[in-house]
Structures are given as structure tokens and as C-alpha cells.
């Protein structure tokens, strides 16, 4: 059974930075996306950033130029570097992956996700 294990969150003043990291049980070499969302309370879960092989990286429009995802399928991870952090990134972030490639669009939906960790809390507060 695939198994991500995130860590890497924690509380931090607005314009800090903090780096997210998720290990898979399982080779992800060739698995075709893994990548981050994020729910805050009550709100639905949303994608923050995808790696997918074959396709550009995609960011949120609200990380864009402040978050980077990044893989090393040689240490079976995947990274969130968070940057100037608002407020409003606060949330519990969850890695997410998928072995098998799918259209473009249904890439940046939480659906399409048969791999969940467990949730790291991100909170950015003064």
C-alpha cells in the first residue's frame, strides 16, 4: 500500500519561508504527478502546485513567484519551498500523487488523486 508522509509545517510570521517535503513508500520515478494542495477551515480543498511528467509545472495563481515544487525521484520525494508567506497560506497541506498520466485538466483537480498523506499544518500569523 502507497504511503506519503509529509513534514515540514509549522507557525510562521507573515514574509517567512518554510520548505514542505513529502517521501513516498514506493519508487516515483515514473509515477506521472505529485504534487500539494491545501484546505483552510471550512473552505474545499485546493491545488497549490503540480509536478506532472510531460507537462509544465503548474502553480495556483495565488503562490505564483512565491512557492516552487520541486521532485527528486531518486529520494522518492517531493518538496514545497514557501516564500514570503501570507496569512492567507494558512492551511493543513497535503501531498497528493498518481502513477498513471491523465488529461491536462483533470491534472489540477483533487479527484484525480489516488494518494493522500496525512496533512502537515501551515499557519502564518504574527
Known amino acids: 500500500q502507497v504511503q506519503l508522509v509529509e513534514s515540514g509545517g509549522g507557525l510562521v510570521q507573515p514574509g517567512g519561508s518554510l520548505r514542505l517535503s513529502c517521501v513516498a513508500s514506493?519508487?516515483?520515478?515514473?509515477?506521472?504527478?505529485m504534487g500539494w494542495f491545501r484546505q483552510a477551515p471550512g473552505k474545499e480543498r485546493e491545488v497549490v502546485a503540480i509536478?506532472?511528467?510531460?507537462?509544465?509545472?503548474y502553480y495556483d495563481e495565488s503562490v505564483k513567484g512565491r512557492f516552487t515544487i520541486s521532485r527528486d525521484n531518486t529520494k522518492n520525494t517531493v518538496y514545497l519551498q514557501m516564500n514570503s508567506l501570507k496569512t492567507e497560506d494558512t492551511a493543513v497541506y497535503f501531498c497528493?500523487?498518481?502513477?498513471?498520466?491523465?488529461?491536462?485538466?483533470?491534472?489540477?483537480?483533487?479527484?484525480?488523486?489516488?494518494?493522500w498523506g496525512q496533512g502537515t499544518q501551515v499557519t502564518v500569523s504574527s
Open positions: 497528493a500523487a498518481r502513477r498513471d498520466r491523465i488529461v491536462l485538466s483533470a491534472t489540477y483537480t483533487a479527484s484525480s488523486y489516488p494518494y
Open positions: 509536478s506532472a511528467i510531460g507537462r509544465n509545472t
Open positions: 514506493e519508487r516515483t520515478s515514473s509515477w506521472y504527478a
